[in-house]
């Protein structure tokens, strides 16, 4: 992948880890307001995990099955995004995976189920999602499905 790709994939991991680290009260004047999705921190706790996740499996053609393994690929993510990076991007980061409070990888055939947490707003947000294989990231997230209890 070229480092511009990897540059707007550290982007949006930054603005993740940024929305889950500075919403943690909702501001009054903005309860009444539409909302975009890539400023809500629920939207972006959810997308940024399941593309660390597909970037993963982009990279190694396999699935990861543990926190240590997507901690790796976000420091390669990092590594070739260095140059791009604002010192306070290159230190929030690196603690992108550590907002998720579960994490658990079960494969299903060829597929991934992922389950997760993370806290916002006061909030805890839990879902799983099932992932397909596909050739990009963004085919993976446009194929997942959020699994039906």
């Avoid at 658990?104 to 916002?120: D, I, S, T, W």
Wanted: charged share 25%.
């Amino acid at each position: 992948m070229s480092s511009s790709i990897h540059l707007i994939k550290g982007g949006m991991l930054l603005a993740v880890v940024l929305a889950l680290a500075a919403c943690h009260t909702p501001q009054p004047t903005d309860r009444d307001m539409p909302k975009c999705g890539f400023s809500d921190p629920e939207t972006m706790g959810n997308l940024g995990i399941l593309d660390l996740v597909a970037e993963y499996y982009v990279a190694h053609h396999a699935w990861p099955s543990s926190r240590e393994q997507l901690k790796a690929q976000l420091q390669v993510m990092l590594k070739e995004a260095k140059a791009d990076l604002t010192p306070e991007e290159a230190k929030a980061l690196p603690q992108f995976v550590d907002h998720y409070t579960l994490l658990e990888f079960h494969r299903k055939g060829a597929n991934l189920v992922l389950r997760y947490r993370f806290k916002v707003e006061r909030r805890i947000v839990e879902s799983t999602v099932i992932l397909k294989p596909g050739r990009t990231a963004d085919e993976i997230i446009e194929r997942s499905a959020l699994e039906q209890p």
